[in-house]
């Protein structure tokens, strides 16, 4: 159950009253993140910036009908997302999510190596457990999260799309279930193998 | 308590994410629970994976491409002045 938080409530006044200052405010907040939903559905950079710039004459145009019953960025991030799905089964670009649900069968979160074989007194557990992370000073922290979006980006596209909205968004479960049409199920294997590559990436590099 | 069937490693490490999105069976959460007690390992590597997404949450703090901001912009005010 979406509330309208007060910053967002705030924005769309400015909006509707023409506030230029509203505009900036909304480019800060989410505008990278229009972008980065429309990059999901269509393949390149500039089809998905004309995905953000058709997303926005929609936008105005909704605005002075929006009730505040989603939340601001579910709102916008939708119209983007059916805007660009439009556009790609235009071009015939897109696959549906729910076909691309068994990416990655079989993969396992971890290395097996690194596990006890099954001879052994405690088969399945850490060979080779994780080492601690030490604490890194700032510099280092972007370049972890250079490591994270790297990772991000390698992944396939369904699981990239899973862990964009949930963990990069901050979509909840049903909100990706319904945007990306995946059971309960699907939407949380993606996740699992998305997250288990992208601490395994964070992993190395801690090394 | 007493638990019938213990995991091993190989399995917490597969469902972690469902135990994250409070997805585990009553039974199965308490065995998982259990085994983070006794298991530096596992313990280990839950508080990375809840380091990940953190991190994770982090990396969209970016800005539109200036030349798309302009475009949207200048539509923003073509709207108003209609």
Known sequence: MHVLSPEDARLVDGLRAGDDAAFAALMRMYGAGMLRVAQMFVSSRTDAEEVVSDAWVAVLRGIGRFEGRSSLKTWLYRIVANTAKTRGVREARTVPFSALAAEGEGELAVDPDRFIGSGDRFPGHWGAPPQAWAPEPELLESEALDV????????????????????????????????????????????????????????EYMR | MRLDRELACNEMVELVTAYLEDALAPVDRERFEEHLVFCDGCDRYLEQMRATIVATGRIDRGHLPAELEERLLEAFRGWRAS
């Not at chain 1, 993606?190 to 601490?199: E, G, I, M, Q, T």
């Open chain 1, 148 to 203: 994270i979006e790297r990772a991000i980006q390698q992944l396939p596209p369904a699981q990239r799309a899973v862990i964009t909205m949930r963990d990069v968004q901050g979509f909840t479960a049903e909100e990706v279930r319904n945007a990306l049409d995946l059971s309960e199920t699907n939407q949380r294997v993606l996740l699992h193998r998305a997250r288990s590559k992208v601490r395994n990436a964070l992993e």
